[in-house]
């Protein structure tokens, strides 16, 4: 009797059943994952794609540039004259002081107020710039003490002029310090443009944008 070949060969192919003798071995399945697990499998694949497109947005977000934030002008033609206002401030209908011809404000912890001037020495504006600041300073702060803070020549947007800047102090406990800033600069047929800035309370922030709306006059 002829012997067959067992395919594939194996050391017991007789202890195995006509199938495996053909196709080997077979193998235990594989275990299934509990339904636990499983779950929780899921629900971490679910978080991570949420966490992967909550992150590509806040990426989108963080990434695009800012918008650029428009500057707003007043413009006044009576003053012959235009000045920037910073974000918070906006332009005022009437100016609250008889003679100013626009105004700015912030709410009610600044102002910045311009007008048209007299005729002065253009080399020399001081002497017209120190009585204005003596007017505004009796007329608007009212302090008990009035000390100066700063009192210097300056050239802006093309014009010279004098700058004199005022800090007021009150004995009662309700009023808290103020601070005005008084400019005068030179203007076409020897006139003068004045710019006034005042600022109650008196705070770091309020000088710096009032500084600023001068400084940056055209």
């Known amino acids: ?62 990434g695009r540039p800012a918008a650029p934030v428009e500057t707003v002008l007043v413009t006044d033609t009576l003053a012959g004259l235009t000045y920037p206002i910073p974000p918070g401030w906006h332009e005022g209908a009437l100016a609250p002081v008889t003679g100013f011809t626009s105004v700015a404000v912030n709410d009610d912890r600044a102002t910045v107020m311009a007008r048209p001037g007299e005729k002065l020495d253009a080399g020399d504006p001081r002497p017209a710039l120190l009585k204005l600041a003596e007017t505004y300073s009796r007329l608007l702060l009212h302090g008990d003490t009035v000390d100066v803070v700063e009192d210097k020549k300056v050239a802006i947007g093309g ?13 009662d406990v309700v009023n808290q310090p103020a601070f005005l800033r008084v400019t005068v600069l030179t203007a076409e047929e020897g006139r003068s443009v004045v710019l006034l800035g005042l600022a109650h309370p008196d705070d770091p922030a309020s000088r710096r944008e009032i500084d600023t709306i001068m400084t940056s006059a055209r």
């Not at 994952?33 to 991570?48: D, F, G, H, N, Q």
């Not at 014009?159 to 004995?171: I, L, Q, S």
């Open 159 to 171: 014009r010279t002029g004098h700058t004199r800047a005022v800090r007021a102090e009150y004995r």
């Open 1 to 62: 009797m002829d012997e067959r070949r067992v395919w594939p060969p194996t050391e017991h192919a007789d202890d195995l059943p006509p199938s495996a003798r053909w196709y080997g071995t077979p193998a235990p399945p594989p275990r299934r994952i509990p339904r636990r697990l499983r779950r929780l499998l899921l629900i971490a694949a679910v978080s991570l794609g949420a966490g992967a497109v909550i992150g590509g947005i806040v990426l989108f977000v963080v």
